[in-house]
């Protein structure tokens, strides 16, 4: 089961959140980081949240049929995080649609994986609203391109931000969830 594995594996769930977070603040901290510079850091985040998402899904490839959502986020996030780190000269536009493309996917695999989780555990809400958040965010960097670099830097600080804090409520309440369970299990004597 999905639940078994986030029980178990909270502490990525966590790590990620943190991440997600601190990037966020790094961005908004910093506004007048230089382009490039936000392509490098942007990359290497995906790269990491790419590969603690795919170690997390291969955890979980026994015990749920629905691990290839996670694995699936997670190669998008790395291969994405890759290619922004071996272009590091691209436009601003591409970087953008990179981005969107990335939070839209990342967002709908959230939420359908969050739907499917809803009767093995409580507060699956949290990872739907960091689904939402990503899909949101995603459609408004494709409908307003033009808006520009340093536009979005707020942006990607906001959403990244609140998506961590998702990711960190939905960590705390894996592991509450495995603390009451073996609270309730019987002691061998």
Known sequence: ???SLLKRMWWITLLRGVLAILFGIVVLTMPGIALASLILVFGAYLVVDGVFTVVH???GRKETPRWWMMLIEGLI??????YTLCTPGMAALALLFIIAAWAIVGG????????ALRKEISGEWWMILGGIASVLFGV???ARP?????ALLTV???WSILAGIALVMLAFKARSFGKAIAAASPQPA
Do not use: E, N, S
């Open 57 to 59: 899904a291969i955890q």
């Open 77 to 82: 996030a790395g291969a994405l995080g890759v």
């Open 146 to 150: 033009g808006a520009g670099a340093l």
């Open 1 to 3: 089961m999905l639940a």
């Open 108 to 115: 709908f695999l959230r939420i359908t994986l969050a739907i």
């Open 140 to 142: 408004i960097m494709f």
């Open 156 to 158: 990607i600080g906001l």
